[in-house]
C-alpha cells in the first residue's frame, strides 16, 4: 500500500494533473442534481479535484482526507474548507450534506467491512433527496487491452473492494438506490513500461511487494517490452450515483 503523505508530495504531478482533473469533476457534476447547495468530497486528497467541484455556482464543497499531507495541500486550494479525519467516521451531522462524493476512495479500503462502514457513513450524512456519487471497479478501469497489461494478467490478484456490484448492495443496504452513472477518462494516465516499471517497485501492486522476486519477475518482463516510454490508452474511470428517497 502506497504512504500518502509521502505519495502528496507528487501527486498531481503523478496522475495526469489538471486535464484528468478536469475530467472526474466534470464528470461529477453531472451527477450532482441542480439543486445541490452542500457537496461532501471525502478522500479529497491534494483537492485538485475538490477545487474544480467548489467552482460550480453556488455549491458549497467541504473536502477530507486522512493524510495529513493531503489535507495540507488541499487546504491551500481550498482554505478553511478540508477537514481531517477518518471516511469510516466522519465529524459531521446526519443528513447534512447535499451530495456526498468519494472518487478513488473505496479500491483502497478493506477490509469489506471498512468498505461497509464508509458508504455506510456517506449515506448516514446525506439528507433524504441527496445523492451519493463514487468511483467503482478502478482496477479494471487499467485494463486497457495493451501489451503492458498482456504481462500483467498473470499477476496474483485479491477481489476488488470496490466492485459495481458489492457498492450498489452496500448502498442497498443504507437505503440508497441507484440513481445514474457516468464515465471519464483519466488523460494522461496511460502506462508506458518504464512507468509500469517505476509503480511496481513503489507499492502500486498491492500483490507484488517491492522487492519481492515475483515482483522483479515482472519488471524485468516490462523492460522487455518495446517503445519503453510511449504511453499506453488512458484508462476509463466509471462512477456510480446512489439518491437517498426524499421520504427516508
Same mark, same amino acid.
Given at each position: 500500500?502506497?504512504?500518502?503523505?509521502?505519495?502528496?508530495? $507528487?501527486?498531481?504531478?503523478?496522475?495526469?494533473?489538471?486535464?484528468?482533473?478536469?475530467?472526474?469533476?466534470?464528470?461529477?457534476?453531472? *451527477?450532482? !442534481?441542480?439543486?445541490?447547495?452542500? *457537496?461532501?468530497?471525502?478522500?479529497?486528497?491534494?483537492?485538485?479535484?475538490?477545487?474544480?467541484?467548489?467552482?460550480?455556482?453556488?455549491?458549497?464543497?467541504?473536502?477530507?482526507? #486522512?493524510?495529513?499531507?493531503?489535507?495540507?495541500? @488541499?487546504?491551500?486550494? #481550498?482554505?478553511?474548507?478540508?477537514?481531517? @479525519?477518518?471516511?469510516?467516521?466522519?465529524?459531521? $451531522?446526519?443528513?447534512? +450534506?447535499?451530495?456526498?462524493?468519494?472518487?478513488? *476512495?473505496?479500491?483502497?479500503?478493506? !477490509?469489506?467491512?471498512?468498505?461497509?462502514?464508509?458508504?455506510?457513513?456517506?449515506?448516514?450524512? #446525506?439528507?433524504?433527496?441527496?445523492?451519493?456519487?463514487?468511483?467503482?471497479?478502478?482496477?479494471?478501469?487499467?485494463?486497457?487491452?495493451?501489451?503492458?497489461?498482456?504481462?500483467?494478467?498473470?499477476?496474483?490478484?485479491? !477481489?476488488?473492494?470496490?466492485?459495481?456490484?458489492?457498492?450498489?448492495?452496500?448502498?442497498?443496504?443504507?437505503?440508497?438506490?441507484?440513481?445514474?452513472?457516468?464515465? +471519464?477518462?483519466?488523460?494522461?494516465?496511460?502506462?508506458?513500461?518504464?512507468?509500469?516499471?517505476?509503480?511496481?517497485?513503489?507499492?502500486?501492486?498491492?500483490?507484488? !511487494?517491492?522487492?519481492?522476486?515475483?515482483?522483479?519477475?515482472?519488471?524485468?518482463?516490462?523492460?522487455?517490452?518495446?517503445?519503453?516510454?510511449?504511453?499506453?490508452?488512458?484508462?476509463? +474511470?466509471?462512477?456510480?450515483? +446512489?439518491?437517498?428517497?426524499?421520504?427516508?
Amino acid at each position: 500500500m502506497l504512504d500518502y503523505d509521502e505519495e502528496a508530495e $507528487r501527486y498531481d504531478a503523478s496522475r495526469g494533473g489538471e486535464p484528468r482533473a478536469a475530467a472526474a469533476a466534470e464528470a461529477v457534476l453531472g *451527477l450532482v !442534481p441542480p439543486r445541490a447547495r452542500s *457537496l461532501l468530497d471525502i478522500a479529497c486528497g491534494t483537492g485538485i479535484v475538490t477545487r474544480r467541484l467548489a467552482d460550480r455556482d453556488g455549491l458549497r464543497v467541504t473536502g477530507v482526507d #486522512l493524510a495529513q499531507t493531503m489535507v495540507r495541500h @488541499a487546504a491551500a486550494r #481550498l482554505p478553511g474548507a478540508v477537514v481531517r @479525519a477518518d471516511s469510516r467516521r466522519l465529524p459531521f $451531522r446526519d443528513g447534512e +450534506f447535499d451530495a456526498v462524493t468519494s472518487v478513488w *476512495l473505496l479500491h483502497l479500503v478493506a !477490509p469489506a467491512e471498512d468498505v461497509r462502514r464508509v458508504v455506510a457513513e456517506c449515506a448516514r450524512v #446525506l439528507r433524504p433527496g441527496g445523492v451519493y456519487i463514487t468511483t467503482v471497479d478502478k482496477g479494471a478501469s487499467h485494463n486497457v487491452g495493451s501489451d503492458i497489461d498482456a504481462v500483467l494478467a498473470s499477476r496474483p490478484r485479491r !477481489p476488488a473492494s470496490d466492485a459495481s456490484e458489492l457498492v450498489e448492495s452496500y448502498a442497498l443496504d443504507c437505503g440508497l438506490v441507484p440513481s445514474g452513472q457516468a464515465r +471519464f477518462r483519466g488523460r494522461g494516465q496511460g502506462r508506458s513500461p518504464r512507468r509500469a516499471v517505476a509503480d511496481l517497485r513503489r507499492g502500486w501492486f498491492v500483490t507484488l !511487494p517491492p522487492g519481492e522476486p515475483l515482483a522483479e519477475e515482472y519488471a524485468a518482463r516490462l523492460q522487455a517490452l518495446p517503445e519503453q516510454d510511449r504511453p499506453r490508452p488512458d484508462p476509463e +474511470f466509471t462512477l456510480r450515483a +446512489f439518491r437517498r428517497p426524499p421520504d427516508a
